[in-house]
Structures are given as structure tokens and as C-alpha cells.
């Protein structure tokens, strides 16, 4: 699996472009600005974007979303109760002194566990609700990934004083959903450095045991 970290926006966003080796397939995760430097790395790689899919709909991870659907004709794909957020992402971001794009309606929504191929590999959709109510992680557990947004950090988890944010749900979601992975899944958060399951299941100071 081709997996390339692009930060992007204002915020720095951990955008992930996901590709098949043999189809020339790709997806990409987060798509939160700089649409043009996203297309040229897919682009780079021969890749053909399929799927623009969201962790969440928080104005940093939302705002390239119009641009490569429109450059591509990718299907966009987000949980229902994130539409309120990538739809209005402008007006949050303005609220922080930075600049968004309002992403366009959805295709299509996503469910937990829903399997979204991405040519030979299998992505399945892990709700974990926490940081949002929609929150969702992209596993592949063929390739002992998981893509988690800001559920997951190295070494921290995601604010919970954004509308639709509680600690409690992202604690259960984090050992319910997270840390049954097995300790080897490599762990690529919205924001930061990646880690895996195993060094925050014995690390993380912010996740009660």
C-alpha cells in the first residue's frame, strides 16, 4: 500500500494519500487544503483518486474536499453527524483567524463497519465517536494500519470541548475500537507523528486502563 503523509491547511493536517500498487487506485483521508499539492502527489504516483474520505468534519480536515471532487469526480464520504461542520467549515474557521472551504454535500455516508475498497486493499470504517459525534477510523487490517483523525494521537487524544465532544465516549471509543488492534497496527493520527496501538495502549497518559 502506497501511504504518503501530506500536511496541509493552516493547521497543518495530517492529509494521507492511500494508493493499490497494482490498480492505481487511491483514496485520500483528510483532505483539509492545498487541493493543487494533493492532486500533484497523486498525480506523482500514477494514482487515480477514487474516494475522498473524512475522519471527521472540522474545518482543517475539510477544506480541499470541492476542489479535487471537481478535479477528479471522487465520491466524498463523512458520517452523517459530521455534515453540520464540513458544510459550514468557512464560518468556523473564521472563528480561529483562518481561512476554509465549505465542503459539498456528501455522496454517500459512512456506517460502521463499512468496507470501502480501495483496489486490492480493504479499508473498514470504525466509528468512534469522542472528539465528534461522527468520528470515524479507517483500519486495514491486511496492511496493520489505522488512520484515526483526532481520536488518536501520539501520546495524547483529541479535544473534547467542541460541540458534540465528550470524554467519556472518546475513552470507550479509543478501548473499545482502538485497542483491540493488535499491538503492531501502525497508527496515523490527524495531527502529529505516528505511533502504534501497542506504545499508546501502554503509553498513552490520557486513556484510563
Not at 3 to 21: D, H, M, Q, R, S
Not at 70 to 75: D, I, K, N, Q
Not at 106 to 126: E, H, K, N, W
Not at 130 to 141: A, D, K, P
Request: with cysteine.
Amino acid at each position: 500500500m502506497i501511504i504518503e503523509t501530506i500536511p496541509v491547511g493552516p493547521l497543518k493536517v495530517n492529509c494521507y494519500l492511500i494508493g493499490c500498487e497494482k490498480t492505481g487506485e487511491a483514496a485520500v483521508i483528510d483532505a483539509g487544503g492545498d487541493a493543487e499539492l494533493i492532486l500533484d502527489r497523486a498525480n506523482w504516483y500514477g494514482l487515480t483518486i477514487r474516494y475522498l474520505l473524512n475522519t471527521h468534519g472540522h474545518f482543517d480536515h475539510v477544506s480541499a474536499i470541492r476542489a479535487i471532487r471537481e478535479a477528479t469526480g471522487a465520491e466524498f464520504r463523512i458520517h452523517q453527524h459530521e455534515v453540520y461542520f464540513s458544510s459550514s467549515a468557512a464560518a468556523a474557521a473564521r472563528d480561529f483567524g483562518v481561512e476554509a472551504e465549505d465542503s459539498p454535500e456528501p455522496d454517500c455516508f459512512l456506517t460502521d463497519g463499512m468496507r470501502i475498497a480501495i483496489g486490492s486493499y480493504l479499508l473498514q470504517v470504525l466509528h468512534t465517536p469522542g472528539h465528534s459525534l461522527g468520528g470515524c477510523c479507517f483500519w486495514c487490517e491486511s496492511e496493520g494500519v489505522v488512520f484515526t483523525g483526532d481520536t488518536l494521537f501520539n501520546g495524547a487524544i483529541g479535544r473534547v470541548d467542541l460541540p458534540g465532544g465528550s470524554l467519556h465516549s472518546l475513552h470507550r471509543s479509543i478501548r473499545e475500537r482502538l485497542y483491540v488492534l493488535d499491538d503492531s497496527t501502525r497508527v496515523f493520527p490527524g495531527h502529529g507523528k505516528p505511533t502504534t496501538i501497542g506504545r499508546e495502549r501502554l503509553n498513552n497518559p490520557h486513556v484510563p486502563r
